[in-house]
């Protein structure tokens, strides 16, 4: 068979596209994707070894030229949509939300052929909400999600993520990374955060890390600015034990002598404990956050859906920023699941302060009981494969077995 999907703009369109995609190529199925020439897919899809042709696209901003560029990007990729379907002839269009999903929705619909949307937020996106009456089935990542849409087509599936493919558990994460003891985990996505990047700067730079690891990914766009904002607070000191374009390792000496694994100058693997301290390594980018994340005890972090979906999958207690600017504040919404559960604790951006954010941490990484009470309550979001779930809904509209 062959399939159609649609993703594209971030990472937390695509990511359930190629996971979804590579399930199905798996099963010996074919895959296109469609996307436009100016989102992350241009990147990410042919990585990861599948074709992508290109539509036009793009959301739906504020502003009233932005908004005639929008309807005139919808009409002119349906079009593009509906020659894409009668070359590919694809059994199935799948989108994954977003804009790009909108006009192969439309197309879909005009040729009748099946469709599914994958809604990975919990308040479901405009596309998502357009088409849930006029398509087959739509698959959702959390309960919430279902709820507000209030269709008998809507399946909960889970969201599809990394985490589940990893199946080392805490003690092994620590191990292999060389981490022992607490580890507080803060990032804030591919692009950073500006103001939390700032507020944790503030906490480093006065030396207000507890008795307690911390790894903290700035994000590339940021990495610079954090940095020199933390050279020019340390001198010379003694506490900074490694620089380089990509990462800081400080060892803040009123620490206690946990260790942490750093690259040393000579390219070799070394461990923090032989200065003492507190470790603290400041990069610009995780990429093994898998094994990370499962070493954490604490993350702070903001509430995109696939972020959330891996906190969950985890296990792990968390501080949820969310992105106010994002679509219908549907980061605010993702976190309030997490929050509900007892299972994190939302600050939004609006009311961050050093002082708020550094006394919650504290709360949490010194009170076992409940850092662990948290992470437990985390786990209850999980729901088995999302994967192997939204592929079971596929072939249940196809009526294959």
């Given amino acids: 068979m062959k399939f159609l999907i649609s993703a594209g703009g971030t990472g937390g369109h695509i990511t359930p596209g190629i996971a979804i995609a590579q399930s ?155 981490i022992n003891g607490k580890l507080l985990l803060i990032f804030g996505g591919s692009q950073g955060a500006k103001q939390l990047n700032s507020t944790i700067c503030e906490i480093i730079n006065n030396r207000a890390i507890g008795d307690y690891n911390v790894i903290y990914a700035t994000g590339p766009k940021h990495f610079k600015e954090v940095s020199d904002c933390i050279l020019q607070n340390f001198g010379d000191s003694t506490e900074v034990k490694a620089v380089s374009d990509d990462e800081i390792v400080l060892c803040l000496t009123n620490g206690s002598i946990s260790s942490l694994t750093f690259l040393n100058d000579s390219n070799t693997m070394k461990t923090m404990s032989d200065f003492g301290g507190n470790k603290v390594v400041v990069k610009k980018f995780i990429y093994n956050m898998d094994e990370i994340m499962k070493a954490s005890d604490l993350v702070i972090c903001r509430s995109g859906a696939l972020t959330c979906t891996e906190i969950s999958e985890v296990g792990v207690a968390s501080i949820l920023i969310p992105f106010p600017y994002a679509a219908e504040n549907h980061q605010y919404y993702n976190a309030k699941v997490i929050s509900d559960i007892g299972a994190g604790i939302i600050i939004e951006e609006k009311d961050l302060t050093t002082r708020d954010l550094l006394s919650k941490i504290n709360d949490i990484m010194n009170d076992d009981s409940k850092r662990n009470e948290m992470a437990e309550n985390s786990k209850k979001l999980k729901n088995g494969n999302p994967v192997e779930n939204i592929k079971k809904e596929i072939y249940k509209v196809l009526n294959v077995q």
């Fill in 24 to 178: 199905l190529k798996d099963d010996g199925h074919e895959v296109v994707f469609i996307g436009t020439e100016n989102g992350l897919e241009k990147e990410l899809i042919p990585k990861a070894g599948f074709k992508i042709k290109y539509i036009h696209a793009s959301g739906l901003n504020s502003g009233l030229v932005q908004k005639i560029k929008a309807v005139n990007n919808l009409n002119h990729g349906v079009k593009e949509c509906i020659d894409i379907i009668e070359e590919e002839k694809p059994d199935m269009c799948l989108g994954t939300g977003g804009y790009v999903t909108a006009p192969l929705m439309f197309a879909a619909n005009k040729l009748n052929v099946p469709a599914i949307i994958h809604e990975s937020n919990a308040l479901a996106g405009k596309t998502t909400k357009m088409f849930s009456g006029k398509i087959n089935e739509v698959c959702v990542g959390f309960q919430e999600t279902k709820n507000g849409l209030k269709r008998g087509n809507v399946v909960v599936t889970g969201n599809p993520n990394k985490m589940c493919l990893n199946t080392m558990n805490k003690e092994e994460a620590k191990l292999k990374n060389n």
